[in-house]
């Protein structure tokens, strides 16, 4: 299963909005609507920021919002702030039973 | 609240055995999808296992047939046993929760490295 593609670095000043992309396959990400994605601050463990495509837990800021489109999907963050600065991971569900992370995108905040 | 320790990683040879746990509290294990997920040095996260809410489990295919998963609902715990370890197996090891098919709450992750 090879890893969802993301753009290895994207960044933003404080205040802009940024959209990371998640691409996969008709057989993980377009396939299924069990799109996640998380936020790693260095050293320590990931975090769910959104579930099913597009559902923030409870606690996670509504600056967060992800969609799909086809075989991508897509996390935006607006309202850039000092603390968003992360790695940040798509995960899919596939039609093996397995899941699948994206390659990880470095977010910077300028 | 939710909380999920991980013990049992340290230094073993290549061709060895490890046993890694996870010590749930604050919710079931056997209710949930439980997960392993790990992360080489300076690396992406890579899943690796999943048991399901009944018995069903399944692996990535670079742990398959060495690796197992496995829950101890007696102790609400989590387990993988690792074995035939390889170099390339050296990461920290993350248990997490999932109320379906994402990963809800993590734990702080336990090293393994593989090295002779």
């Known amino acids: 299963q090879s890893a969802l593609t993301q753009p290895a670095s994207v960044s933003g000043s404080p205040g802009q909005s940024i959209t990371i992309s998640c691409t996969g396959t008709?057989?993980?990400?377009?396939?299924?609507?069990?799109v996640s994605w998380y936020q790693q601050h260095p050293g320590k463990a990931p975090k769910l920021m959104i579930y099913d495509v597009s559902n923030r837990p409870s606690g996670v800021s509504n600056r967060f919002s992800g969609s799909k489109s086809g075989n991508t999907a897509s996390l935006t963050i607006s309202g850039l702030q000092a603390e968003d600065e992360a790695d940040y991971y798509c995960?899919?569900?596939?039609?093996?039973?397995?899941?699948?992370f994206g390659t990880g995108t470095k977010v910077s905040v300028l | 609240e939710v909380q999920l320790v991980e013990s049992g990683g340290g230094l073993v040879q290549p061709g060895g055995s490890l046993r890694l746990s996870c010590a749930a509290s604050?919710?079931?294990?056997?209710?949930?999808?439980m997960y392993w997920v790990r992360q080489a040095p300076g690396k992406g996260l890579e899943w690796v296992s999943v048991i399901y809410t009944g018995h069903s489990t399944y692996y990535a295919d670079s742990v398959k047939g060495r690796f197992t998963i496995s829950r101890d609902s007696s102790k609400n715990t989590l387990s993988l046993q690792m074995n035939s370890l390889r170099a390339e197996d050296t990461a920290v090891y993350y248990c997490?929760?999932?109320?379906?098919?994402?990963?809800?709450?993590w734990g702080q992750g336990t090293l393994v490295t593989v090295s002779s």
């Open positions: 604050g919710f079931i294990v056997s209710n949930n999808y």
């Open positions: 008709s057989s993980d990400v377009g396939g299924y609507n069990y």
């Open positions: 997490a929760m999932g109320r379906s098919d994402q990963f809800d709450y």
């Open positions: 995960s899919s569900y596939t039609s093996s039973s397995t899941y699948v």
